[in-house]
């Protein structure tokens, strides 16, 4: 499959997973051909194919397929002016590529990049910068970046419209249930409780009263949610 969905350019990149229905949104699909991967990728001669690579403290840039995979599931609650929380930015890709869903002419929409690890949280905010786009992004406060515990989600008053967790969590945290807005959903890959090591992506929902619903979705496999390393 991987071989198809390359391309030479990130265009190509984003119109083959298109055509082979990796991608089955068309905002998807723009967000994603607005945001140049090999900004994104220490190795920017293989950005353009659908594989992840290493970032660095035991880190991934997810493969593409993974990211738009992860914006298909959030998209109903990625609408311009929404706020959303990214757990676990490293390398800052599908950060920009979820403030580029939730643009609002420059006015509205909120992203804000969390990582436990200072230099990828510095790694996140150095790739957006390497483009006009991205540094627009971040003077105008649509994109920020934040080190903590995403395990703690990040409170603020307004709460969030949609939180991604880029990194394998133990149990389905109570804390980023609370700071979802109503209605909200929560894409999380959790590490199965039977002790094998598989993990399946989940998606937590609030509905407009405040009801919550978990679902089990697919098997994959993500590096594990931690405590930071000590420095
Ligand atoms: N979405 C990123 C994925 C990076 S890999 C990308 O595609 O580039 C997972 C990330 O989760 C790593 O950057 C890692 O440092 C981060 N991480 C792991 N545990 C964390 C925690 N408790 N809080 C915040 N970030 C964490």
Redesign the pocket.
Known sequence: MAWRCSGKTNVELIDNLFKNGLITSARIRDAMMKVDRAH?CPSPSYAYEDSPQS?G??????APHM?ASACESLLPFLKPGSRVL??????????AVLAELVRDGGKGGRVVG????KA?KELGEGNMEKSERGMEMMSTGLVEFVV????KGLKDEEGWDAIHV??AAVELHEELIEQLRSPGRIFIPVEDSDGYGDQHIWTVDKDAKGAVTKKKLYGVR???????PLT
Do not use: C, K, W
């Open positions: 994104y970032i403290h035991a880190a991934t840039i997810s990211h990214d757990i676990g930015s490293g390398s800052g890709y599908l950060t969390l990582e436990h690890i990828l903590g515990d995403g395990r880029g990194a993500y590096v594990p949610l931690t405590d930071a």
